[in-house]
């Protein structure tokens, strides 16, 4: 690789590659199956468990896709990225297995386990006031001091292609899908599943689900430019409190998505009982996204083919325990 393309958009044609780049290195994780679900919804639900994918979220895909590609030199400098804390583990876990140098910018607050994480896997974390600092100012900053190359969360072709890896693999698996819900944040999930779907099935709705006071991506699509919102800090869906989509991601959304639904912090907490009582797995809040919307976002998925991604299962134990007990 020449310059570093990331800014040029990314195709299915990408989404193929990154899966061969994946092979053998990420999980390909189970579809699981819940009669109960396929009961509530009138559907037939496929789940993509990407809770229990390596990191615990999807977002080692697009992280190892991306780190995979750089160029010696770029290895040798490093990375740096900015997060809440999937994509920030993430690149430290992919970082760790290239053998590159990683630090992650993350919020002070950010969950302990994801910090924690971030540190374990070998990267150096540099936290910021997510109220009064910008996280991408701090980033630019230190990118340029040291030389290491930002590899955003979502505004990076080589980051979407490898988050539409869990979309194709679904697909491959469960033919002839004819709905298919992602939590979105940035947008990079939803933009790599819409590249990866699309191709394959034209007439798969895809859609997005955002948290209720995080709705910017479905404010952008209803008035087709990218909205940017305030800090929402009071969602329990830390890993989509992103303020704004990326553009890279906007612009296939534009083309793609069905539309964009939204979750309440209740129908987070509900979808989250229903992984542990009746699916027994653990799902993060952010991770519950896509399932709540299937549930509540008023999407007809009567009679469907229903493919849902649970995005990530990274969440604090004792935050967790409340989640279940509330
Ligand atoms: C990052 C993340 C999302 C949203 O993905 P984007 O690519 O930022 O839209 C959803 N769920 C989980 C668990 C995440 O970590």
Known sequence: MNAWPHLIAP?????????????????????????????????????KCENLQRSGSFKFRGAYNALAQLSPEQQERGVLTFSAGNHAQAIALAARLLDIPALVVMPHDAPTTKMAAARAYGAQVVTYDPLNEDREAISRKLSQERGMLLVPPSDNAAVIAGQGTAALELIEEVPRLDVLFAGVGGGGLLAGSLLATKAALPLCRVYGVEPEVANDGQQSLACGEIVQIPWPRSTIADGARATALAPLAFDILQQGAEGIVTASDAQLMEAMRFFAERMKIVVEPTGALALAGALHGGCDVHGARVGIVISGGNVDLPRYARFLSD
């Open 11 to 47: 195709t299915n044609h990408d989404v193929v590659e990154a899966a061969q780049r994946l092979k053998g290195i990420a999980h390909r994780t189970p579809v699981l199956r819940s009669n109960t679900a396929d009961e509530i919804l009138g559907a037939q639900v496929f789940f």
